[in-house]
Nanobody
Framework: QAQMVESGGGLVQAGGSLKLSCEVS????????MAWYRQAPGKQRDMVAT???????NYADSVKGRFTISRDNAKRTVFLQMNNLKPEDTAVYYCNVFPFIRHYWGQGTQVTVSS
């Protein structure tokens, strides 16, 4: 059973916006400390944004001011609002707890930003 189910990706022009969703399907997984990660072709998977119970929200320098992480505990869903997208944001986006747990990885959602 998938732990994380990501959706909302797509093809967008530079400067556009997308909102990603991550449904945490297994109720034993706590949403207290969650993160979005991304992996571009040929690169490692990096953290993009975290939302943590005692540390608030944090972002990678490359997305600060453009991306916003949020969650809806009742719906067990974590969101990533992405504005002013750039071609370098092209990647597969994943959510997971923070720090990540390997067997929680889902299929991810592809985001492609054209110039």
């Amino acid at each position: 059973q998938a732990q994380m189910v990501e959706s909302g990706g797509g093809l967008v022009q530079a400067g556009g916006s997308l909102k990603l969703s991550c449904e945490v399907s297994v109720r034993t997984v706590s949403l207290d400390n969650m993160a979005w990660y991304r992996q571009a072709p040929g690169k490692q998977r990096d953290m993009v944004a975290t939302i943590r119970k005692y540390d608030g929200k944090n972002y990678a320098d490359s997305v600060k001011g453009r991306f916003t992480i949020s969650r809806d505990n009742a719906k067990r869903t974590v969101f990533l609002q992405m504005n002013n997208l750039k071609p370098e944001d092209t990647a597969v986006y994943y959510c997971n707890v923070f720090p990540f747990i390997r067997h929680y990885w889902g299929q991810g959602t592809q985001v492609t930003v054209s110039s």
